[in-house]
């Protein structure tokens, strides 16, 4: 699976490049984007969750027909062509169907590496490989995030746009580590015989354990999602240089790389649903702490309980990810992790939207009831999960 972690990894990494600087890229300036210029930018941002959203159920159900090199050949490829597409206009509009074309493409990589993964991992190391490949994904994106910021401190602004073209190019060198894999490892067996039945596609997104594995990322994408738009600008308008936001969120990625197998393996010893609970209470610390954030600024005492609180949140990823694929073993693959990225797109298409607007409207007040409800829904569906699992402890065989 080395083809297909590298590939995911320079991906993410092409991604969250022209992520960190879309917004200025738009506006015309790094730093004091008004709360009408956050609007446009959040739009024309959610575009991509949008196409991801509305295409990712039907790119895993392909990966499950017609295999998984195909459909993880064909999105890489078309995100090339898209970021480089990017690099010519900053019209919004045109920016924005660029965006959503960005979606599809990201959903159909997803949905695809995800399979290659629960292909090969078993019962007793699901954990450990699902967070293996979550650590290459955050790392690429957060990594990404890192150096965009970091050359909106020393970039002239019309260089922008040579970003995009960088960011193309390393999708582009994702290409043949992806096309290695398909060789050699499990993309290169035939696909099975699973038809295109469309009912049987929602009736798994709707499925009430899928539903309980899931749900709970699509309230943490609700703050990843205001996370992407305001991190940057937040930051700068606090007087944070954009090099020195690069170097916080570059610690945070390595952390990610050393974390994240390690949870795995621990979801695979002591069970998905503990290490999902821990990573709840870490949410919930990060949560509160970005709160008190967007009202008081940068105090260090938060800054402390955000980073303190984020370790722990790292231990949800992997172990929902093996828990989806664990449900994954009696109903169609791919489709089935193709939900994770349709919560998550999902996720990040609402918040977006919703902080953005209660942000416009009513400033640090609309983020804090904000982020106080994403933790009570968050609170809530991890108690859901519990009495579900109590439920078939208890009934008869």
């Known amino acids: 699976m080395r083809g297909v972690f590298g590939a995911t990894l320079l991906v993410r990494f092409g991604f969250g490049l022209t992520v960190a600087v879309f917004a200025s890229y738009i506006v015309g300036r790094s730093s004091g984007i008004d709360a009408s210029a956050v609007g446009t930018v959040g739009l024309v941002g959610a ?3 949008v196409g991801e959203f509305t295409t990712v159920l039907l790119s895993g159900a392909a990966a499950d027909r017609v295999g998984r090199f195909p459909v993880l050949l064909a999105g890489v490829a078309a995100a090339a062509t898209l970021l480089a597409l990017a690099a010519l206009t900053r019209d919004p509009l045109w920016l ?12 159909a990589i997803l949905a695809s590496s995800l399979a290659v993964v629960a292909d090969e991992a078993g019962t007793g190391e699901r954990g450990y490989e699902m967070g293996r490949f ?36 390393l999708l582009a060198l994702g290409l043949p580590l992806a096309y290695q894999s398909s060789r050699v490892g499990p993309l290169s ?64 990625g390595l952390l990610l790389l050393l974390t994240q197998p390690s949870f795995g393996r621990l979801a695979d010893r002591y069970g998905r649903f503990r290490m999902m609970v821990i990573g709840t209470v870490g949410f919930v610390g990060v949560l509160t702490g970005a709160g008190l954030l967007a ?3 940068a105090v260090p005492a938060l800054l402390v309980l955000v980073g303190v609180s984020a370790v722990p949140a790292l231990a949800y990823g992997p172990a929902a990810l093996a828990a989806l694929a664990d449900l994954a ?31 416009g409207r009513f400033g640090a007040d609309g983020l804090d009831a904000y982020f106080a409800g994403i933790a009570v829904a ?3 569906l991890t ?13 008869p065989a």
């Open 47 to 49: 575009m991509a969750p």
């Open 96 to 107: 924005g169907g660029i965006n959503l074309g960005f979606g599809v493409a990201s959903g």
């Open 134 to 169: 979550d650590a290459v994904n955050l790392l690429g994106w957060i990594g990404g995030f890192a150096v965009g910021f970091g050359l909106l401190d020393t970039l002239p602004h019309r260089a922008l746009s040579d970003l995009f073209l960088a960011g193309a190019a």
């Open 189 to 252: 067996k035939a696909p099975p015989a699973v038809a295109f039945d469309l009912p049987k596609i929602l009736r798994t997104v709707v499925r009430r354990d899928v539903l309980a594995v899931t749900l709970p990322w699509l309230v943490i994408y609700l703050l990843l999602g205001t996370v992407f738009v305001f991190l940057g600008t937040a930051a700068t308008g606090a007087g944070v240089r954009p090099i020195y936001l690069a170097g916080i969120i570059g610690v945070g």
């Open 295 to 297: 009202r008081y600024g």
């Open 329 to 359: 073993q009696t109903i169609p693959r791919a489709t089935t992790m193709a939900v994770y990225s349709l919560v998550i797109s999902l996720g990040m298409l609402v918040g977006l939207l919703v902080s953005t607007q209660l942000y």
């Open 378 to 380: 968050l609170v809530a």
């Open 383 to 395: 108690l859901g999960r519990y009495r579900q699992l109590s439920r078939a402890r208890t009934s």
